[in-house]
Nanobody
Framework: VQLQASGGGLVQPGGSLRLSCAASGRTISTYLMGWFRRAPGKEREFVAAINWSGDSTYYADSVKGRFTISRDNAKNTVYLQMSNLTPEDTAVYYC????????????????????WGQGTQVTVSS
C-alpha cells in the first residue's frame, strides 16, 4: 500500500490545517491508521490513531482537544484536522498503516505500523 500525505503548509499560531493521507494499491478499510510527527532535532512521536471502523480514536496528550483524526474508507483516506496550532506543532507529519495487530506494541509505537507515507511539513509561525 502506498500512502500519500498532503495538506501541510505555513500557518499562524491559533490557525488550523487539515492533513490528508490518501492510500493506493490496497484498501485500508481494515487497517489501524496513525499519524506521527517529527520535529527538528526530536524523535518521531505519536500524534493520533484510528481503528478500522473509525469508532475508536486515540490521541497524544499534547494534541488532545485540538486535533481530530477521522477516516473515509470509501475514499481510502485518513484525515487529521488540526486546530489552535502552536509553534510546538511544527514538524513533518507522517501517516502510517498497520496491516495486522502486533501484540508487543500499542497504537502509539512506530513498530506497530508497516507502511509509512513520505511526510508533509507543517510550520506554525507568525
Amino acid at each position: 500500500v502506498q500512502l500519500q500525505a498532503s495538506g501541510g503548509g505555513l500557518v499562524q499560531p491559533g490557525g488550523s490545517l487539515r492533513l490528508s493521507c490518501a492510500a493506493s494499491g490496497r484498501t485500508i478499510s481494515t487497517y489501524l491508521m496513525g499519524w506521527f510527527r517529527r520535529a527538528p532535532g526530536k524523535e518521531r512521536e505519536f500524534v493520533a490513531a484510528i481503528n478500522w471502523s473509525g469508532d475508536s480514536t486515540y490521541y497524544a496528550d499534547s494534541v488532545k482537544g485540538r486535533f481530530t483524526i477521522s477516516r473515509d474508507n470509501a475514499k481510502n483516506t485518513v484525515y487529521l484536522q488540526m486546530s489552535n496550532l502552536t509553534p510546538e506543532d511544527t514538524a513533518v507529519y507522517y501517516c502510517a498503516a498497520s496491516t495486522y495487530y502486533r501484540s508487543s506494541y500499542t497504537y502509539r509505537h512506530t513498530p506497530q505500523y508497516d507502511y509509512w507515507g513520505q511526510g508533509t511539513q507543517v510550520t506554525v509561525s507568525s
